[in-house]
């Protein structure tokens, strides 16, 4: 096997896109999907550009790795790394590889002493925790995908006693907190 990584060009952008979009990984990288996705991505200003990476195994793409720079107030900014690496040329050390390449990246940037870096994944899965492992990242935190239905805010659903209004209506501010406590009772 003949692996090769070198830095993303802008005449990549659709081997980039039949990468992200493969059915292996599309799931891993939904906010680079769709009309224009990848496009919003790679405008993204905190996305560290020149550090995005392509992986070829015998010439043909593999995978990628994307860093990103997140400035932080008064701190040292965050960094996150993911990678990609198509099913079919996974479990050969292609990520491993994408990731160290992007860690040398990440070195040659002035962030700091104090800068996190960190690698994610969208879903967990024992793959990227393997791979994280393996690099020496411990576990830190959960993020949460939330959802809501489109068209805002749902009614509120009052207590029992308490009185909905605004603050120009004759419920002043004072009984409608009197008027709570008394609903809790
Ligand atoms: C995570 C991912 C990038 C790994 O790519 P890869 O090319 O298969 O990784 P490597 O071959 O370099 O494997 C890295 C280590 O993880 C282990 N590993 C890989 N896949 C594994 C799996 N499914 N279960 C358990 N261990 C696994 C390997 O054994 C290897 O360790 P070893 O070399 O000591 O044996 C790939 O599975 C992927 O693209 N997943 C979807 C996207 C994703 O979740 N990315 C998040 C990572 S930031």
């Known amino acids: 096997m003949n692996l090769s990584i070198r830095p993303w060009t802008p005449a990549d952008l659709e081997t980039l896109r039949a990468l992200v979009t493969g059915p292996s990984l599309a799931p891993s990288f939904d906010k680079f999907q769709g009309t224009h996705g990848l496009e919003h991505k ?67 940037l002035p962030l700091g002493d104090a800068a996190e870096i960190a690698g994610s994944a969208w879903t967990p899965n024992p ?23 489109r068209g805002g805010a749902q009614e509120p659903v009052w207590p029992a006693g308490v009185p909905a209004g605004t603050d120009n209506e004759p419920v002043t501010p004072t009984s409608k907190v009197a008027s709570m406590h008394d609903a809790r009772r």
């Open 127 to 149: 793959a990227a925790s393997a791979l994280a492992a393996k690099l020496g990242f411990v576990h830190d935190r959960w993020f949460w995908l939330m959802q809501r239905p």
């Open 42 to 108: 790679l405008h993204d200003e905190i996305l560290a550009k020149p550090g995005l990476q392509l992986a070829f195994v015998d010439g043909e793409p593999a995978g990628f790795g994307v860093p990103w720079v997140i400035p932080r107030e008064g701190r040292s900014p965050m960094v996150m790394l993911r990678v990609g690496v198509t099913e079919r040329f996974r479990r050969a050390g292609v990520g491993t590889a994408l990731a160290h390449e992007l860690l040398a990246f990440v070195r040659t």
